[in-house]
């Protein structure tokens, strides 16, 4: 039998290897199924919608810094302006029908 020695505190302790062995593989199944758990929970599209809403709040904060350019723009850069805030809007209301979409399609 294989022994192996390790310290706790003040004391040394000798425990046999295969003890060891088996804590490792407890540890390694409950990592295993806890990895599956976070990897299958909630939706189906649980990264498709985490990624919408990333997109989703870049967006906002898009259109709140074309809303403060708004403050200090030439008058003949405020016609761009508010055009790259209608675009904005558009790919706002894009991302919401998506996320919608995929709300509908998980709780039919």
Same mark, same amino acid.
Do not use: G
């Given at each position: 039998?294989?022994?192996?020695?390790?310290?706790?505190?003040?004391?040394?302790? #000798?425990?046999? %290897?295969?003890? !060891?062995?088996?804590?490792?593989?407890?540890?390694?199944?409950?990592? &295993? +199924?806890?990895?599956?758990?976070?990897?299958?929970?909630?939706?189906?599209?649980?990264?498709?919608?985490?990624?919408?809403?990333?997109?989703?709040?870049?967006?906002?904060?898009?259109? #709140?810094?074309? %809303?403060?350019? !708004?403050?200090?723009?030439?008058?003949?850069?405020?016609?761009?302006? &508010? +055009?790259?805030?209608?675009?904005?809007?558009?790919?706002?209301?894009?991302?919401?029908?998506?996320?919608?979409?995929?709300?509908?399609?998980?709780?039919?």
């Amino acid at each position: 039998m294989i022994c192996v020695r390790y310290v706790t505190y003040l004391h040394q302790k #000798w425990t046999p %290897l295969y003890s !060891l062995n088996n804590c490792m593989l407890v540890r390694t199944i409950i990592l &295993y +199924a806890v990895m599956t758990v976070c990897a299958l929970a909630f939706h189906e599209n649980t990264f498709a919608v985490f990624e919408l809403k990333e997109e989703l709040q870049i967006r906002y904060m898009n259109m #709140w810094e074309l %809303l403060q350019q !708004l403050e200090y723009v030439d008058p003949h850069q405020r016609e761009v302006v &508010y +055009a790259e805030i209608q675009h904005i809007r558009e790919e706002i209301q894009r991302i919401i029908d998506l996320l919608i979409q995929h709300d509908q399609s998980q709780h039919q």
